[in-house]
């Protein structure tokens, strides 16, 4: 059963307003999950965790990208850094937003690479791990329209019972 992020409307814009979007966080977050539920049919999904994958896109990272053609969703792309200057020449080619979704892990190395290659053309959106209110379906609201719900105590059934 899939869960419901709260990040997944700050993802869908980045694909609007990006050509590239990497998504970071720990292993086992759901950062592949939630991007493959995001993409649907119509974005191609490859995982570098795949050796055969991983050794052609570390040798032969051209020819990687033309067999996977965006849109693609590339899972673990901190295993295949040599990527990064085929996608940018790509990127700036074809120059559309939502081309190339990443995932990756090493966040360090990674925003290395991230940072030379494909700077301005990339939204780093981290993903943590599943919140308790995702896991029990609340809809994430942002903090100041909790606190104003918290400050007007009229609105609490608890509150509003004193003074009936």
Known sequence: MYIARHMEKQILSATENFPVLLVTGERQVGKSTV????AGAGREYVTLDDPLERQLAREQPQR????HRA??????????PELFPYI????????EDG???LTGSQVFALMKNVQ?????????VRLQGISQSEEIGIRHKPFPSQLEDMLDLSKNPAVQSLFS
């Open 35 to 38: 991007l493959q539920h995001l």
């Open 64 to 67: 990687f990208l033309q067999l």
């Open 71 to 80: 849109p693609v969703l590339i899972d673990e792309i901190q295993y295949a």
């Open 88 to 95: 940018k020449m790509e990127v700036d080619r074809r120059q």
């Open 99 to 101: 081309l190339y979704w």
């Open 116 to 124: 030379e290659s494909l700077a301005g053309r990339v939204m780093v």
